[in-house]
């Protein structure tokens, strides 16, 4: 079941509404067709009025392949067609979503179809995954070092991305002498983890690879290449893995469902199978 | 103090915690005396439930919390998706929490007692996750 809801109001909450099964499959026809157009949730310019539709999961029948939450529209340059469909859905009986409210989002849907996108249809070059000569690759399966009762809890998704135990819940920086300022950003973020001793290029031997992701706003994430051509992580205090939040293994971070964190900034390397933090 | 009631004190302080982020430290808060009393009046009135593992998601996984006697942690549990997972002195158990009330009721203590930015993050996550879990 998918439930849309509009972005519109600065101060109120904004309207939502369930779409039929028939409208659900349209959709989904749609964006499986084009996926360019499923945006992160954060990808808003932040203007007043019509700023595109969020799109949610609401229940666990919806196609796994999907990312559970993501945004449609909003933006100059987007499609016409879909957004004002999308929009005639929400001629629903239960819905606050009136004839005022459609002709203001439709005016800026059509409006948004004439301008020339703001940015390009690619996303912009984070830096590519560099293949390391040596490298440090921990199983993708057996996660018992940092699953047990005495640890899980106190080590995070940096302890983790830098196979270094120290039971401290990592910060980024830290153990440089810095502290990771908020809200993290990849400029940050990336800061403290250079600063802790990771590089932009392979290290001589035994290397581990990262890569950082930034929930805007609010927090910071690392994923680590792992054995099999897998990347692995570990949500916070919770066990690590190796699968995404639709429960599929994950082959690549860039396009794995992230949850919110849904920046993806760069990738990091670090040599002799453990970098050092706390 | 009688040998019953050292191995069942009553919990006299308490701590919640968000669980929402994987590199930051999540948003904490103590409670209140007369919410501690609440708190384990909510508890006790839970039925058993099967037992369920927490959720390993990215984002809004549910709440946590800790109860302390003397300054000493005498319980903790997991609150997520209409469940308690409980663990004292007894051992653990599962317990159902029918409607989240449990788990909404430990969200609503945050308010006033961290920033107010962090805290309606974490009400706005918390909602959204538990409308899209909803389900028909």
């Given at each position: 079941m998918l439930q849309v809801e509009l972005?519109?109001?600065?101060?109120?909450?904004?309207?939502?509404?369930?779409?039929?099964?028939?409208?659900?499959?349209?959709?989904?026809?749609?964006?499986t067709a084009e996926p360019r157009v499923m945006l992160p949730t954060a990808a808003t310019n932040g203007r007043l009025g019509y700023r595109g539709y969020v799109v949610s999961a609401v229940s666990e029948s919806v196609d796994k392949k999907l990312p559970s939450r993501f945004r449609i529209g909003g933006q100059p340059g987007s499609e016409?067609?879909?957004?004002?469909?999308?929009?005639?859905?929400?001629?629903?009986?239960?819905?606050?979503?009136?004839?005022?409210?459609?002709?203001?989002?439709?005016?800026?849907?059509?409006?948004?179809?004439?301008?020339?996108?703001?940015?390009?249809?690619?996303?912009?070059?984070?830096?590519?995954?560099?293949g390391c000569a040596s490298n440090y690759l921990t199983s993708s399966t057996d996660f018992s070092f940092w699953n047990g009762a005495s640890y899980v809890y106190y080590n995070n998704c940096y302890n983790y991305a830098s196979n270094y135990r120290s039971n401290t819940f990592a910060q980024p920086g830290r153990q440089g002498g810095s502290t990771l300022p908020f809200p993290p950003t990849c400029a940050n973020a990336g800061a403290g983890v250079r600063l802790d001793g990771w590089t932009d290029a392979c290290q001589a031997s035994n290397n581990l690879t990262i890569c950082l992701v930034i929930w805007p706003g609010n927090d910071f994430h690392f994923y680590r290449m792992c054995i099999n051509g897998r990347w692995c992580h570990k949500p916070g205090s919770t066990p690590a893995k190796n699968t995404d939040d639709s429960g599929n293994l994950i082959t690549n971070p860039q396009t794995a469902n992230r949850g919110p964190y849904t920046t993806f900034c760069e990738y990091f390397y670090g040599g002799g199978g453990s970098v050092l933090v706390s | 103090m009688s040998k019953r009631k050292e191995e069942n004190p009553s919990p006299d302080a308490a701590t919640v915690e968000v669980d929402l982020y994987s590199g930051r430290p999540n948003p904490a808060w103590?409670?209140?005396p007369e919410e501690v009393a609440r708190l384990v009046e909510r508890v006790d009135g839970l039925a058993p439930a099967d037992e369920v593992e927490p959720p390993s998601r990215l984002g809004?996984?549910?709440?946590?919390?800790?109860?302390?006697?003397?300054?000493?942690?005498?319980?903790?549990?997991?609150?997520?998706?209409?469940?308690?997972?409980?663990?004292?002195?007894?051992?653990?158990?599962?317990?159902?929490?029918?409607?989240?009330?449990?788990?909404?009721?430990?969200?609503?203590?945050?308010?006033?007692?961290?920033?107010?930015?962090?805290?309606?993050?974490?009400?706005?996550?918390?909602?959204?996750?538990?409308?899209?879990?909803?389900?028909?």
């Open positions: 972005d519109i109001f600065s101060g109120r909450p904004n309207p939502s509404w369930i779409l039929s099964g028939k409208e659900e499959k349209e959709l989904l026809d749609r964006v016409s067609d879909l957004n004002l469909w999308l929009l005639d859905t929400s001629e629903k009986l239960d819905t606050e979503v009136d004839d005022y409210l459609r002709e203001v989002a439709a005016g800026m849907i059509r409006k948004d179809g004439l301008a020339t996108p703001a940015h390009g249809d690619t996303l912009p070059d984070k830096g590519a995954l560099v | 103590s409670l209140t809004f996984r549910g709440l946590r919390f800790r109860l302390y006697a003397g300054g000493r942690e005498i319980a903790s549990a997991e609150s997520f998706d209409g469940h308690l997972r409980f663990q004292d002195s007894a051992g653990p158990r599962h317990l159902a929490d029918p409607g989240r009330e449990v788990e909404r009721w430990l969200l609503a203590t945050g308010q006033g007692k961290i920033e107010s930015q962090v805290y309606e993050t974490l009400k706005h996550e918390a909602e959204s996750y538990w409308t899209r879990k909803k389900g028909p």
